[in-house]
């Protein structure tokens, strides 16, 4: 992951994540050490840096991570509001999670369910989507890895048929 590099108060700071550490200009400072609040799928932890506090967001569900300070992106520059995932989203995510139950179980049936909430969540979370367009994108996932799942179970079925 590249490095975030944050100027506060005219000091320079180099910040990479390493595992459950962040490292500030070498020092290493474990993530369980800082304080921290969870927000939905979010785990912040405040990293104090000089006389400021930046947030270090950490994505509990698919993973990824965020610097934010005084509001704004450090990576990009642009203002940070972290997606929360809308209500309904968890519908289609039980959906997903169903197909193991009812189409490929197994290793594929959840490989394929975890993908599936994968994308859910990313399409849900997304805000250049209006609300509409993410529950018809929702709909369309959940119907093309209903597909993938019925062409895996008729494609295995048959190769065991021809047995």
């Known amino acids: 992951m590249k490095p975030w590099n944050v100027v506060v108060d005219g000091?320079?700071?180099e910040i990479k994540?390493?595992?459950?550490?962040l490292v500030v200009n070498g020092e290493k400072k474990k993530l369980k050490n800082l304080m921290s609040k969870k927000d939905g799928m979010w785990k912040i932890?405040?990293?104090p840096l000089g006389p400021k506090k930046a947030e270090y967001y950490v994505n509990t569900w698919v993973g990824g991570a965020k610097l934010v300070m005084d509001g704004r992106d450090c990576a990009t520059?642009?203002?940070y509001t972290p997606p929360n995932l809308p209500k309904w989203a968890y519908i289609f995510m039980v959906?997903?999670?169903l197909y193991i139950f009812f189409l490929l179980g197994g290793a594929l049936g959840v490989l394929t369910a975890f993908l599936g909430l994968m994308a859910t969540i990313s399409v849900s979370c997304n805000n250049n989507f209006s609300t509409p367009v993410k529950v018809l994108l929702n709909i369309g996932i959940l119907v093309g890895f209903a597909v993938i799942d019925l062409g895996i179970v008729?494609?295995?079925t048959g190769l065991v048929g021809s047995l």
Do not use: D, M, R, S
Not at 17 to 21: F, L, N
């Open 77 to 79: 520059g642009q203002p």
């Open 17 to 21: 994540a390493k595992g459950g550490k």
């Open 95 to 97: 959906i997903h999670l």
């Open 45 to 47: 932890y405040e990293l």
């Open 154 to 156: 008729f494609a295995v």
């Open 11 to 13: 000091t320079q700071y």
